[in-house]
């Protein structure tokens, strides 16, 4: 019964972005904002208390997933200025998941085309993992159940977010083969375990300047060097990041 309200609760401040979000452009910062106050307006009509809604920026400097909660109910702000309804989403990790919350959702802002905001079950929107500087989720509203990732994977959202992060790599490297061996494409982080040198190089040469900048000169390493030629000095001197 909770469940079918707090859902009622969602769909009520969703129709209300969606108002002003065809009225005014609206930040990513400031949907957070609009989530927060709506919610907080009309939590009471759906028998939970304003005081409930927390935003987890108030208390520490880590990124909390998910950005709001409500009791044992919580919710991930998604945006975008594109006009289309998937994006990429938390780390599968989840070091920094708020412990109390037990049912997440999804409310996603597409400010793009004709601004819109829905809402999702978030265990029913993750679509897809991908990896840029660690493996990410992405997130589809609404989400299609043949896309459902965790269906996929076979294992539910539930049990796969209790997991350590060992056995969650398992399932990941299981699906991202299928995916490999479906589309024929290369996936860099599927090869076997390297060794610290070679993992060390791998990581160098995918860093952009700034970050490279940063080794090079703590390691001693003249700047008119090029990457190549940084890469063997760090090696031979048994240097790292």
């Known amino acids: 019964m909770q469940h079918k309200l707090f859902e009622k609760l969602l769909t009520e401040t969703c129709k ?10 609206i930040s990513s910062k400031g949907l957070e904002d609009y989530v927060v106050a709506t919610l907080s307006k009309n939590c009471p009509k ?30 991930e702000v998604k945006h ?14 989840e070091g920094h998941r708020n412990k109390n919350v ?3 959702y999804i409310i996603y802002g597409k400010m793009g ?3 819109e905001v829905k809402w ?18 992405e997130v589809e509203v ?7 990732l965790f269906d996929k994977m076979g294992i539910s959202y539930t049990d796969f977010s209790e997991i350590d992060y060992s056995e969650k790599m398992k399932y990941v490297r299981k699906y991202a ?39 090079i000169n703590k390691n001693g390493i003249w700047k008119n060097y090029d990457k190549e030629n940084s890469m063997m000095l760090l090696e031979k001197e048994g240097k790292n990041c």
């Open 177 to 215: 083969k299928d995916q490999q061996m479906k589309n024929n494409r290369y996936i860099w982080w599927l090869d076997e375990p390297k060794t610290t040198s070679q993992m060390i190089k791998d990581l160098f040469f995918h860093l952009n300047i700034d970050d490279e900048n940063i080794v």
């Open 102 to 104: 037990k049912f997440i």
């Open 120 to 137: 999702g079950r978030y265990e029913e929107s993750v679509v897809h993992v991908r990896s840029s500087h660690r493996l990410r989720f």
């Open 80 to 93: 975008t200025t594109g006009n289309k309804w998937r994006c990429i989403g938390n780390s599968i990790n």
């Open 142 to 148: 609404p989400g299609k159940p043949e896309d459902n």
């Open 16 to 25: 209300s972005l969606t108002l002003t979000a065809q009225k005014e452009k």
């Open 113 to 115: 085309g004709t601004p």
């Open 46 to 75: 759906y028998g939970f208390s304003s005081n409930q809604v927390s935003i987890s920026s108030d208390y520490t400097s880590e990124q909390i997933f998910p950005d709001i909660s409500i009791g044992e109910y919580g919710i």
